[in-house]
């Protein structure tokens, strides 16, 4: 191990809650690993000892080693170091996955990311602008928006100073977005809907603001609207491989091609680990906080 990201459910595996892909092992912190391959199982193939390769794991990323299935991997880019590369795992595979695999964004739509200053909202935001989508954005500060603007944000919007969907109204001509990421909930949930077009596609990706919420049906009759849930935990093993395979398809190339790159906040030495959590649990980190094994 060289690096790790911390992503939200390290919070919960910290108090214990939260689960894991190994059976019987503890319940160590950890999901977005960067390293290097130290040995191989006699039946791996097209790995070689020395590889730099990242990957998305159910946890053991703060341990100084950690097994990891083959199928997982997928190579580290070269324009990107270990701790950049351990930005990448939660948050280009949950935004690539919500907005293509479930969503299926085309080339010319329009999408609108909340908490766009977040780790998969900063990769939502540069996966759709180098998708040639028009890109909507919502934040709790001009900073974090400011920012967004500077990696591919179109549109953004402090939804603390005014109705994103009366924006979106105004911005679309009354038609709303084809395309909506949601990791926010709560009171963001019926402007959401009102902000989708006529067969939008609304992707729930994390509830921050509440997971509890009503819901006037009669906005997704009239707008014929489309609402898909996503976890990347609970997954079965081939439905990481296939995504770790897609994304080293899809993905790695704009790394490579500098299109888009992971957003670093903050790296912590591991010994400082409290203090990353805080500041994730504080919600002011622009991207990714990272750990590093190194420093």
Same mark, same amino acid.
């Given at each position: 191990?060289?690096?790790?990201?911390?992503?939200?459910?390290?919070?919960?595996?910290?108090?214990?809650?939260?689960?894991?892909?190994?059976?019987?092992?503890?319940?160590?912190?950890?999901?977005?690993?960067? =390293?290097?391959?130290?040995?191989?199982?006699?039946?791996?193939?097209?790995?070689?000892?020395?590889?730099? +390769?990242?990957?998305?794991?159910?946890? =053991?990323?703060?341990?100084?080693?950690?097994?990891?299935?083959?199928?997982?991997?997928?190579?580290?880019?070269?324009?990107?170091?270990?701790?950049?590369?351990?930005?990448?795992?939660?948050?280009?595979?949950?935004?690539?996955?919500?907005?293509?695999?479930?969503?299926?964004?085309?080339?010319?739509?329009?999408?609108?990311?909340?908490?766009? =200053?977040?780790?998969?909202?900063?990769?939502?935001?540069?996966?759709?602008?180098?998708?040639?989508?028009? *890109?909507? =954005?919502?934040?709790?500060?001009?900073?974090?928006?400011?920012?967004?603007?500077?990696?591919?944000?179109?549109?953004?919007?402090?939804?603390?100073?005014?109705?994103?969907?009366?924006?979106?109204?105004?911005?679309?001509?009354?038609?709303? +977005?084809? *395309?909506?990421?949601?990791?926010?909930?709560?009171?963001?949930?019926?402007?959401?809907?009102?902000?989708?077009?006529?067969?939008?596609? *609304?992707?729930?990706?994390?509830?921050?603001?509440?997971?509890?919420?009503?819901?006037?049906?009669?906005?997704?009759?009239?707008?014929?609207?489309?609402?898909?849930?996503?976890?990347?935990?609970?997954?079965?093993?081939?439905?990481?491989?296939?995504?770790?395979?897609?994304?080293?398809?899809?993905?790695?190339?704009?790394?490579?091609?500098?299109?888009?790159?992971? +957003?670093?906040?903050?790296?912590?030495?591991?010994?400082? +680990?409290?203090?990353?959590?805080?500041?994730?649990?504080?919600?002011?980190?622009?991207?990714?906080?990272?750990?590093?094994?190194?420093?």
């Amino acid at each position: 191990m060289h690096a790790c990201g911390v992503s939200r459910p390290d919070l919960g595996m910290r108090e214990g809650r939260g689960t894991t892909d190994r059976p019987g092992a503890p319940l160590i912190p950890g999901m977005e690993i960067a =390293g290097t391959v130290e040995a191989l199982g006699a039946a791996v193939q097209g790995w070689h000892v020395g590889d730099r +390769v990242m990957a998305r794991t159910g946890g =053991g990323g703060y341990g100084s080693k950690l097994a990891v299935h083959a199928g997982l991997l997928v190579p580290i880019p070269s324009t990107l170091d270990f701790e950049q590369a351990a930005a990448v795992p939660d948050a280009f595979y949950t935004a690539f996955d919500a907005l293509f695999r479930q969503a299926a964004l085309q080339p010319g739509e329009s999408v609108l990311i909340h908490a766009v =200053g977040s780790g998969v909202g900063t990769a939502a935001v540069q996966l759709a602008a180098a998708a040639g989508c028009r *890109v909507f =954005g919502t934040a709790r500060s001009d900073e974090k928006l400011a920012r967004a603007h500077a990696i591919g944000l179109d549109v953004g919007i402090n939804a603390t100073q005014r109705d994103f969907a009366d924006v979106i109204a105004e911005e679309t001509r009354g038609e709303g +977005v084809d *395309v909506i990421l949601d990791l926010v909930g709560g009171l963001y949930w019926t402007p959401t809907f009102r902000s989708a077009a006529l067969l939008g596609r *609304v992707v729930v990706i994390g509830t921050l603001g509440g997971a509890t919420v009503e819901t006037d049906l009669r906005l997704l009759q009239g707008r014929r609207l489309r609402i898909f849930g996503t976890n990347l935990q609970r997954r079965a093993l081939d439905e990481h491989v296939a995504l770790a395979r897609a994304v080293a398809r899809q993905v790695v190339p704009l790394f490579e091609s500098r299109t888009v790159a992971p +957003v670093v906040d903050r790296v912590y030495p591991l010994a400082e +680990v409290a203090d990353a959590h805080r500041r994730m649990e504080a919600n002011v980190a622009f991207g990714k906080l990272v750990l590093s094994h190194d420093r």
